[in-house]
């Protein structure tokens, strides 16, 4: 008895252990990003010249989206900055391509999984372009960020919907767990996982039990219960990442 409480104890130190670690890692991460490529620190000239110019997008997007004029103003400078930084190497760059957008995904959000990333990039935008635009970058970072379950069930379900026909079919579900089961724990048990796993999330969001999620599926099984909207895989931040990302533009906007 002693023993295994000892045991316990340790392992649970060794949890909080870990814990610790990869939030301080991931302050680490968005600090890094934000003394790097998100830095909003910027020539008093320029950034007035820039805020003024783009007054009324601001004043449109602020319906839109759920950031404050001054949030949004802080998002102008990181897009911007990002564009500028592109154009360095590619002076006809027109915005900040989907790749730099990736990587702020990936560094600053801690949206490390890249199974679904192209998924998620046709959800975000399906355009031919390289670039997205200031509106799709504001857009984007407020579902992320602050976005409700009314926003975010769509934006996911698009994500899943592989075959675009609004429905997920036994072979669409089977995929999506496949690969989210590789990226969790490896290739070895991914396919039984999988299978397991099928039966039991079908089970819960089937409603109408004709073997495949519809939207009215998806959709109502999430309402009822929001643990299920990343059934499939994730596909947004977490709400630590999203936390810190936040807390690195939103409590500096008193000096601007
Ligand atoms: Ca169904």
């Not at 060794?14 to 990869?22: E, N, V, W």
């Not at 890094?32 to 601001?58: C, F, V, W, Y």
């Not at 998002?75 to 990736?102: C, E, H, W």
């Not at 372009?129 to 069930?153: D, H, P, Q, V």
Request: proline fraction near 2%; hydrophobic fraction near 40%; glycine fraction near 4%.
């Amino acid at each position: 008895m002693g023993f295994l409480k000892t045991f316990n104890l340790l392992m649970k130190a060794k949890k909080i252990f870990l814990k610790k670690k990869s939030n301080r890692q991931r302050r680490e991460n968005v600090a890094r990003a934000m003394s790097g490529p998100l830095d909003i620190s910027m020539d008093s000239m320029e950034e007035t010249r820039l805020k003024k110019r783009n007054q009324h997008l601001i004043q449109r997007l602020e319906k839109r989206v759920h950031f404050s004029y001054l949030e949004l103003e802080c998002l102008l400078i990181m897009y911007y900055k990002l564009q500028k930084d592109g154009q360095a190497s590619n002076p006809k760059q027109d915005g900040v391509t989907k790749l730099q957008f990736r990587e702020v995904l990936h560094v600053a959000l801690d949206m490390t999984d890249d199974t679904l990333m192209d998924r998620i990039f046709l959800a975000i935008d399906k355009g031919p372009s390289s670039c997205i635009s200031m509106e799709t970058w504001a857009m984007a970072l407020s579902l992320f960020l602050r976005g409700t379950l009314e926003e975010k069930i769509p934006f996911c379900f698009a994500v899943y919907d592989i075959m675009g026909d609004g429905i997920l079919a036994r072979d669409t579900i089977f995929q999506l767990l496949r690969s989210s089961m590789i990226s969790q724990s490896g290739e070895e048990d991914a396919e039984e996982s999988a299978r397991d796993m099928i039966e039991v999330i079908t089970k819960k969001m089937d409603i109408d039990r004709d073997g495949k999620i519809s939207y009215h599926d998806y959709r109502n099984s999430v309402l009822k219960n929001p643990m299920l909207l990343e059934a499939f895989g994730q596909c947004l931040p977490s709400r630590i990442a999203a936390d810190a990302f936040l807390n690195t533009f939103t409590n500096t906007q008193s000096t601007f």
